[in-house]
C-alpha cells in the first residue's frame, strides 16, 4: 500500500473525534428524550391525579351542601312540634341520633331564651348555658342574621372546649320559627365541623386523601384522613357557600415521588429506546467488523493479484472438460495471446503447435482420463502467436476446491528456452575445452617428436652421403667409367641420394613445426611476404596433399618487407589456408586450388599496404554462415573449434589492417587480409 492511500495521524485522530462526537450526540438525544418522555409523563399524571382531587372536593362539597340541606329540611320538620314536649325530646333525640354531626338541638324564644334542647348521645359536651345564652354568642349572631334574613342562617365557626381539655370546632344554625306571620322563636342546631367531615364527606376519601375546613388565611379547623405517605402533595380547595358563612373545603393527597417510570407508556418507551440503541450499537459493530472483514479480504486479493501478476511462472486453470479457465499475464507474455483469446479454449488450445495437435490431444485425453500427471512435471514445446516454438516445464496438478471435489486442473509453466541456451551453450564450451586441451597435447607432443625425430633424421642424412661417398670411391659415377655392372650400383646410388635428400626434406618439415610450436616473441619485426609463406608452406603442403590439393603461390616481384608479429601473421596465414583446404574437403569437386597472393594493396593510395589473398574452390559461404563467421567459437565443423577466423580478425586489426571474404567465381570464396609494409608511416593506433 502507497503512503497516499494510508490515513495521517491527523486524519485518523479527526475520524475518531467525528465518530465519538456522533455517538455522544446520539447518546446525548437518546437521554434527553428519555427525560422528556418522563417528565411529561409525570406532569401528566399530576394533572390527572390534580384533576381528580379537584373532582373529588367538588363532590364533597356538593355532597355536604346536599346533606345539610336534607339537615335543614329534617329541623324545619322539627320545629313543627311543641317544643318541652315528649314528642318534640324524641324526634329532637332521633334527629340526632341519626345524624351524628349535629351535636345539639335548642328551641330558643325569640329573646334567645333557652326553652327546651336535645344533646347528641354521642358527643357529650359541657356548655356554658350563660356564653350561650349572651348576645355575643355565635348562636345569638346566627339567629340575628336568620331574623334578619327571615331564613336560616350559619355562624362563623368557633371553638368548643370539651370537658376532657381537648376541643372541637362547632357551628351554629338557626332557623326562624315564625307562626301567622309572626316569630315564635329559634331552632338552633349545634354542628361539629370534624363530625361533618367525619359523617358527610368521609365515604369520598380515597385512602390517600385528606379533608379539612380551613380558615381563608389556611388554619385548620376540622381535618380527616390518613396520614401523610409520600412526599409530593396535592391540594384542592371549594368554598362551602353558607347563609351567614362561608366555609372552606381543603382537600389534600400524597404521592410517591414519581419514580423513573412513573408509567407504563414511559416504561415502554424507554425500553424501547434502550433496545433501539443496542441494536444501532450492535449494528454499528457488525458493520464495523464487516468493514473491516471488506478491508482485510480487499487487501488479501489485492495482495494476490499482485503476487500474481508479477509471477514469472506461467498459470493455467482448465476444468474437467478441459476448457481454459484461467490464466495468469506471466502465462499470456510467454504464448503472447491475451486472456479472452484463451479462456474457454479446449479442444486445440492457440498455442499448440500444428504438427504437435495430435500428440498433445492424445495426452489431454489421457489426463482428463484421470491420470496423474507426473509431480517433476514433463516438457513440452509451445508456440507464440508469432509462430515461434519454445520448449516449456509443465508441472500440472488436480484442481481441488474448497468441499474437496475436483474441478479441474492447474498448470504452472516455466519458459526454458533460456535454460536450454545456456546448457548448449555450457556444452559447446566443454566441448571447445576439450579440444584445445587436445590442441596443447598435440602441441607438446609435436614439439616432442620433432625433437626425437631430428637426431635419427640427422644419422639417416649422414649414413646416405657416407654411403654416396663409399659408392663413388668403389665405382666412380657414369661419366667417370663405363660398365655393364655399374648400372646396379648407379641404382643404388640414386636411391642413396633420394633417401638423403628426402631426409633433409623431413629434417625441414619438422624444423618448421617446432620453430611454429615453439616460436613465443610478440614484437614486431621487419618480414619479408616470401618468408612468411615460406613458414607456413611445409604444413599447408601436408594437409594439401593429404586432401589432395594443389597450392599455388604468388608473391608480387619487389615486395618491400613487412613490418609484423611474424609468428601470429604466419597463424592467420595458415588459418585462413586450412579452412580453405577444407571448404574443398568434398569428393564431388574434381579440381581443388589453394591460391595464395602477395600483393600491393590497390585501395592504399601511396602503396603503404600489402594484401594478401587465399582464394579456394570450395562450397561457399552459405548467407546465415557468413552474419556469424567472426563470432568466437562459431563452427559448422564437427572438430572445428570456431575461434581461427575471430581471431584472425583480432590479429589483423591490431596491425591496424583489415580482414574479409567475398565469394569467388565461379565457387569458392576469397579470404582478403592487407598489412602495413615496414615503410610505411605507422597508425596512430597500430
Ligand atoms: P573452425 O575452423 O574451427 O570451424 P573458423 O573460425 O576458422 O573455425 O571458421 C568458422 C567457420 O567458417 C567454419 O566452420 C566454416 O563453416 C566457415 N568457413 C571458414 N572459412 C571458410 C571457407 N573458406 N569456405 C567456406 N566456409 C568457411
Redesign the pocket.
Known sequence: MTGAARPTLLQRWRRAWRRWSLWTALVLLVVSMLATMVWLAGRYEASQVQSRLERDTADAVSDIRVALTRNLQSLQALHAGDPGTLAWDIEAHELLRNHRELVRVEWREPSMRLRSYAQSPYRPVAWDARLRESHQSDSAIACANARRLSSPAYSSSYFQPHGDGLGSEMMELCLPLTAGGRPTGFLVATYSLQDVLTNLVAHNLTRSQEASFTEPDGTRLAVLGAARRGSRMFTAQHLLDLPGTTLVLRMDTWHTAPSVFPNVLTALVTAMSIALVTVMVVLVRDNRRRLRAERDLAEALAFRKAMEDSLVTGLRARDLQGRITYVNPAFCAMVGFNAQELLGQSVSAPYWPPELVDEYRQRQEIRLAGHTPPREGFESVFMRKDGTRFPVLIIEAPLINAQGQHTGWMSAFLDISEQRRVEELSRASQERLQATARLATVGEMASLLSHELNQPLAAISSYATGSINLLDTAAPPPGAAAGTDATPLQDVRMAMQQIARQAERAGKVIKSVHDFVRRRDQARETVHAQQLLDAILPLVILQARKLGVRVHTAVEPDLPPLLCDRTMVEQVLL??A???M???DDPALRTRVLDIRVRRAASSPHGDWVEFT?T?E????PPD?AE???T??????Q??????????RTVIEQHGGYLG?APHEPR????TFTLPLATAKPLPDA
Open positions: 588459418n585462413l586450412r579452412n580453405a577444407q571448404a574443398m587465399v579456394d570450395g562450397s561457399g559461404i554462415v556469424k563467421l567472426f568466437p567459437f562459431f563452427t559448422t565443423r572438430e572445428g573449434m570456431g575461434l581461427g577466423l575471430s581471431m584472425c571474404f569458392g570464396t576469397v579470404f
